[in-house]
């Protein structure tokens, strides 16, 4: 049995988390942390009541095997996910805007045998757009992302924007020329430059998180969409992560790796 802690567990992933985790087999939620609303009763999804705390030494120092789950916010995933390594804690995150390095740093310093997992994207249908893009990125180098996510997300641009952008520019063998910058009626106009390739990111009410990539050439184009109407979405990826990382050690980014893509 694998005893999840999940962090922010009174918000709207947390308490998808909480649920996700509870209809699992092989899997239970230890404890539901959430410093912001300690005392706060979620829903199981299965008939029970799990009430929040912010007690993360206590969760952290319990016995069997433990697996923390965080979906919370940059100012303090880092923070939570040290604890947690050193305590021989493995680690899923789902918490974007913290660079590579820093989350290579944090994976050393975690005792032998310990893994932190880190992903963009926990939606399959992400993960399949994003490996797509890769590979078509090897034959119509010319690319723009436009991502959209709800008005509260925290970066910009979104942590699967950053990422496809990298697998981009990973495959193509040179970088095309993105005209327009130069003239721009107004600045930022042509989006940002990731590695190269343009990204442009929208917030709005109403979303939940879309992806486009769209490709360009000689008299054709190629897009490659994914759009997730509800956080349920990401459950699957969750779950299969939780159950991946007490097999695995070190730092393993992107849920691709644990599908055999």
Request: aromatic fraction near 4%; proline fraction near 5%; glycine fraction near 12%.
């Given at each position: 049995?694998?005893?999840?802690i ?16 509870t ?5 239970r ?6 410093p ?9 999804g299965?008939g ?19 697996v ?6 940059p100012?303090a995933?880092?923070a939570?996910?040290?604890r ?7 680690c ?7 660079t ?7 994976a050393a ?5 310990v893994?932190l ?11 399949l ?14 690319a ?6 709800h008005?509260?997300k ?7 924007a950053m990422?496809?952008a ?9 970088v095309?020329?993105?005209?327009g910058r ?7 106009a ?7 390739v343009?990204?442009h990111s ?7 998180a ?11 184009t190629?897009?490659?969409?994914h ?12 779950v ?6 007490p097999?695995?050690s ?5 849920l ?6």
């Amino acid at each position: 049995m694998i005893d999840v802690i999940v962090t922010g567990a009174a918000g709207r992933m947390g308490r998808e988390v909480v649920r996700a985790v509870t209809a699992a087999d092989g899997m239970r939620v230890a404890a539901a942390i959430d410093p912001s609303a300690p005392g706060a009763v979620l829903d199981d999804g299965a008939g029970g009541r799990i009430t929040t705390t912010d007690d993360l030494d206590g969760a952290l120092v319990a016995g069997g095997e433990r697996v923390l789950v965080d979906f919370t916010v940059p100012s303090a995933v880092e923070a939570t996910v040290g604890r947690a390594l050193a305590s021989g804690v493995h680690c899923v995150v789902g918490t974007t805007g913290v660079t590579e390095d820093r989350w290579r740093a944090l994976a050393a310093s975690a005792p032998a045998g310990v893994c932190l997992f880190v992903a963009p994207n926990f939606a399959i249908g992400a993960v399949l757009m994003m490996r797509f893009a890769q590979t078509a990125a090897r034959f119509i180098p010319h690319a723009e992302i436009i991502e959209l996510h709800h008005d509260r997300k925290l970066d910009a641009p979104s942590g699967t924007a950053m990422r496809t952008a990298h697998l981009i520019a990973d495959a193509r063998k040179t970088v095309p020329a993105a005209p327009g910058r130069e003239t721009e009626v107004a600045e930022g106009a042509r989006g940002a430059l990731v590695e190269g390739v343009p990204v442009h990111s929208i917030r709005l009410p109403g979303i939940v998180a879309n992806q486009e990539v769209i490709f360009g050439d000689i008299g054709q184009t190629l897009t490659l969409r994914h759009d997730t109407v509800d956080r349920t979405a990401f459950m699957p990826g969750v779950v299969l992560a939780v159950r991946e990382v007490p097999l695995r050690s070190g730092l393993v980014i992107g849920l691709e790796e644990l599908m055999g893509l």
